[in-house]
């Protein structure tokens, strides 16, 4: 079976966690046990200590989101988290570092026009689990960010939802320390990560096919306008599938997040196109000349990133744009991140506003984040755009 390359997001298995009485960001917890008795093997998971896990992520991510809002300060460092949960000092180093790299995209972004004036951050405890002195704790964080130079009818904000795995180690006093921190969206594509984004063995036609090659896309600033002038698509359709379903799941078509062969970034593209006038058409699920996609079966032009391209291309639904801010609303915009030659991700435009088009995408789940904030957290990827 050919690859199906797309970027998912793993589901949230349970994991883990346990702890002692802590303070974290001013907010005392109850104690669990007294400071200085030793940490049994698998202790009970309390409330109190399920919040503690809770808490210091939020601030930890918070801080994250904050280093991207213009004129505001990050508060994290180990002082921050007193009492018996707090970070490693090698933890803490690297999110030091990850400030640093953060503030840096924040004047990458500005210098291609874009400032975020807020930042909100929301982290909840998905599911916990202890083991002896281990812990670990997975947790969704959902963040929006408002756009300090919205005018108009420009979006006044964009948000993502993110999962991470959280991993804690207990000494024999009972403190525990964050010790590391994992993105489990295999897309890596939320705009306060700097993990880089998974990526797979390029994908392969069947039967020696010929595949058609996508042009890259520039990424330059105000390229000559490429207006709209089919009439044959409901690209308004589109978009508003797009927007209603970006961090929910159309239960009429499977969920590929955490799937084997891939995730659901391109499964996500083709129901909006869908909505939208797209047509089915069937035939072999493996022949990347046809197209469809029910809940009980989909084609691999429906879900794979390089298997969407072929078909959009081979069927001539779609045209190569020359630049990718001539996008408009139900464009579709690909990316390969490590330049192979095989795509990786796929997206489609949901609003347009003073030259600028927003994408929504799966994994991680996102609205209406800008082609500037694309361009400036992957500066190296190839962009590859498709006028629908």
């Known amino acids: 079976m050919k690859s199906r390359k797309l970027s998912r997001k793993r589901s949230r298995a349970a994991i883990v966690t346990a702890a002692a009485a802590s303070v974290v960001a001013g907010v005392a917890l109850v104690p669990n046990w007294s400071a200085g008795a030793a940490v049994v093997d698998d202790p009970t998971v309390d409330a109190a200590t ?33 009492g018996d949960v707090r970070l490693s000092s090698t933890q803490s180093r690297d999110e030091n570092s990850a400030l640093t790299q953060l503030r840096g995209r924040q004047n990458s972004l500005a210098e291609l026009g874009e400032t975020y004036s807020a930042g909100n951050t929301r982290v909840t405890l998905d599911a916990t689990r202890v083991t002896g002195r281990t812990a670990k704790a997975d947790v ?39 010790s590391t921190i994992k993105d489990t969206d295999d897309g890596g594509l939320a705009v306060n990560t700097l993990s880089k984004p998974s990526v797979k063995a390029p994908a392969t036609g069947d039967d020696g096919d010929t ?19 089919s009439t044959t698509y409901d690209y308004k359709a589109m978009a508003t599938y797009a927007e209603k379903y970006w961090n929910v799941y159309n239960k009429d078509y499977p969920d590929f997040n955490g799937h ?8 996500f593209v083709s129901q909006s196109l869908k909505a939208g006038g797209w047509k089915h058409a069937p035939g072999y699920v493996y022949d990347y000349t046809k197209w469809f996609g029910t809940a009980d079966i989909q084609s691999d032009s429906f879900v794979g990133v390089n298997e969407w391209s072929w078909f959009a291309q081979n069927s001539k639904r779609t045209t190569p744009l020359a630049n990718v801010y001539q996008l408009e609303v ?31 995408y799966h994994s991680n789940n996102t609205l209406r984040r800008s082609v500037a904030s694309l361009i400036a957290s992957y500066p190296n990827a190839y962009y590859y755009a498709y006028r629908t």
């Not at 809770?54 to 007193?82: E, I, M, N, P």
């Not at 579709?332 to 600028?356: A, E, P, W």
């Open 50 to 82: 399920k919040a503690t896990f809770q808490k210091l992520a939020d601030a930890v991510f918070t801080d994250r989101t904050q280093a991207l809002v213009r004129g505001a300060t990050t508060k994290q460092s180990t002082s921050r988290f007193s």
């Open 140 to 178: 969704t964080e959902t963040t929006t960010l408002t756009y300090a130079k919205a005018t108009g009818n420009a979006p006044k904000t964009t948000g993502f939802q993110s999962h991470h795995e959280l991993t804690f180690k207990a000494d024999q006093q009972g403190t525990w320390q964050l």
């Open 211 to 229: 595949m058609p090659n996508a042009p890259r896309a520039a990424t330059t600033r105000n390229p000559a306008a490429v207006p709209k002038t």
């Open 260 to 267: 084997a062969d891939g995730g659901d970034c391109t499964n």
């Open 330 to 360: 139900g464009d579709v915009l690909q990316m390969d991140f490590d330049r192979d030659g095989s795509k990786d991700h796929t997206m489609i435009v949901t609003y347009k506003s003073n030259g600028v088009p927003y994408v929504t």
